[in-house]
């Protein structure tokens, strides 16, 4: 009797004890969700754009120089920062290029128009999260990245990004720039459809009113429709380190909307960064299939007719 009456009670007191950690998970994730539906917000889904609050948009650049970042002037003109690879002017398809060897991302140096992207706030990415780059448009505020980057699933559009150009270091030799406007494809906002996976942000530097980002930092110049395969570089931000990560290889077609470049050890806060060829010219964002890709290959949606929609209507937008 002692023995199944002591049973009983160590059942009991197992289910007693799987039920609290049960409720503790839930209250966890509770919060966790609480935590991003403070900086995410609906925007214009059908139109698949986001008008970013300026007081908003201000706090969040004052907490990133207040946490993560502190503004340093850059020690070099532009033209005197370089990552190692072909200088600007070679044409890569005619030489001046060689694949990564091994086909390993490596340390590189940081670029003015390639930086981290921050989401400061209990939103579970309090640091650097993803990568971007500059593009050059009419205006010279414009950055390129992913749209899973910017829009989180059934959440809404972030409301607290913030984008350091050229960071490495807890520096921001280019200050600290933030959206007025972000633009995705509505099929993105949908469901999340992997081809779609790429976004534009308009942006400005908080108590700089009237400078341009393009002026500050050059930009890559956009390429849709890029003749594949091509000799390409990808660069990014791992969350895990203060500098970014390259890697040299030939980009391809994965099926009729993706492009693919193989190369290993391109991880999470990657995602975003620009897929070059030509040095300068941008054929792509890490992001699309797998949500970037995986230990050995990293994806970015096709730059075709949708991604240049895109680009236009957030270049037009007022």
Not at 55 to 80: I, S, T
Not at 84 to 111: I, K, M, N
Request: glycine share 14%; with cysteine.
């Amino acid at each position: 009797m002692f023995t199944k009456v002591r049973g009983r009670i160590v059942r009991v007191c197992l289910l007693v004890g799987v039920g609290c950690a049960v409720l503790m998970g839930c209250a966890g994730l509770l919060w966790k969700l609480h935590g991003m539906a403070a900086y995410v917000a609906d925007g214009d889904p059908a139109g698949g754009s986001y008008a970013q609050d300026p007081e908003q948009a201000d706090r969040a650049a004052a907490a990133v120089l207040d946490g993560p970042a502190r503004e340093v002037p850059a020690r070099a003109p532009r033209a005197a920062q370089g990552t190692g690879g072909p200088p600007a002017g070679v044409h890569w398809r005619s030489g001046g290029w060689q694949p990564s060897d091994p086909l390993v991302a490596r340390p590189a140096a940081a670029e003015p128009a390639i930086g981290a992207l921050f989401s400061p706030g209990e939103d579970a990415d309090q640091d650097h999260h993803c990568s971007a780059s500059v593009v050059h448009s009419p205006g010279g505020d414009l950055v390129a990245t992913a749209a899973h980057c910017v829009y989180r699933g059934v959440l809404g559009f972030r409301t607290n990004l913030v984008f350091a150009p050229g960071y490495r270091d807890a520096t921001a030799p280019y200050g600290v720039w933030v959206p007025t406007r972000i633009d995705v494809d509505p099929r993105w906002i949908e469901d999340q459809d992997p081809d779609y996976d790429v976004a534009f942000l308009r942006m400005r530097r908080p108590g700089h009113p009237g400078e341009r980002l393009e002026d500050a930092t050059g930009a890559q110049t956009i390429r849709f429709g890029p003749g594949l395969p091509a000799p390409a570089r990808v660069v990014g931000y791992p969350n895990a380190t203060e500098y970014p990560v390259e890697c040299f290889n030939t980009a391809r077609a994965e099926g009729p909307t993706q492009l693919r470049l193989d190369c290993a050890d391109v991880p999470d806060g990657t995602s975003g960064g620009p897929v070059l060829t030509d040095a300068h010219t941008l054929i792509g964002v890490v992001g699309g299939r797998d949500g970037g890709g995986d230990e050995t290959t990293s994806y970015s949606s096709l730059f075709g007719d949708g991604v240049r929609a895109v680009y236009e209507r957030a270049v037009a937008a007022r």
